[in-house]
């Protein structure tokens, strides 16, 4: 049996590697969702007008891991008190959203989301969005493994955002 999650959480370069990684994933791909144009490219997304975020889909084996946990590794990936980006990234198609495919995977995320909230970790309010599910549209080849065929480049992107992890979640 397998299941997908699908999290935006800026730049889908850096979503990809922390997800990937785990036991129990079968497959990540990097794409756009939440938006108003079909079939969309890079392009059309970055230029704020079609409504999508980057975003990941994750397709995983839920008896080696859970959704509860692929929430808990999204949430050390990402700022979820900055609405309008992430780290470098900033604009609406780099919101923080999780996007759930079914009344269970919105009650985990809701729960989740409490957590954080009430864990004071944070000095802000929790913003990351919880929506459901639209069509996710995988971006093109050259998105794909960023940080499998792009190290250097993705270093250079991932640095701003390992040390708000480092800060925030060690």
């Not at 994750?58 to 946990?69: G, S």
Request: net charge negative; aromatic share 12%; glycine share 6%.
């Amino acid at each position: 049996m397998k299941e997908t999650a699908i999290f935006a959480g800026g730049c889908f370069w850096c979503m990809v590697e922390p997800f990937e990684t785990q036991p129990g994933i079968l497959n990540v791909v990097s794409g756009y969702t939440g938006g108003h144009v079909a079939n969309p490219t890079y392009e059309q997304v970055k230029s704020h007008t079609t409504g999508h975020t980057e975003a990941v889909e994750i397709t995983f084996d839920p008896d080696i891991i859970t959704y509860a946990q692929l929430v808990e590794i999204y949430w050390q990936q990402t700022d979820p008190t900055d609405a309008m980006g992430q780290f470098q990234d900033r604009g609406d198609n780099y919101r923080p959203v999780i996007y759930v495919a079914n009344a269970e995977q919105r009650a985990i995320a809701v729960a989740s989301k409490k957590a954080l909230a009430a864990s004071d970790r944070f000095d802000q309010p929790i913003v990351t969005q919880i929506v459901d599910a639209s069509t996710f549209y995988p971006a093109e080849e050259e998105h794909q493994e960023f940080y499998q065929h792009n190290p250097r480049r993705y270093a250079q992107e991932h640095a701003q955002r390992q040390s708000f992890i480092d800060q925030n979640w060690q």
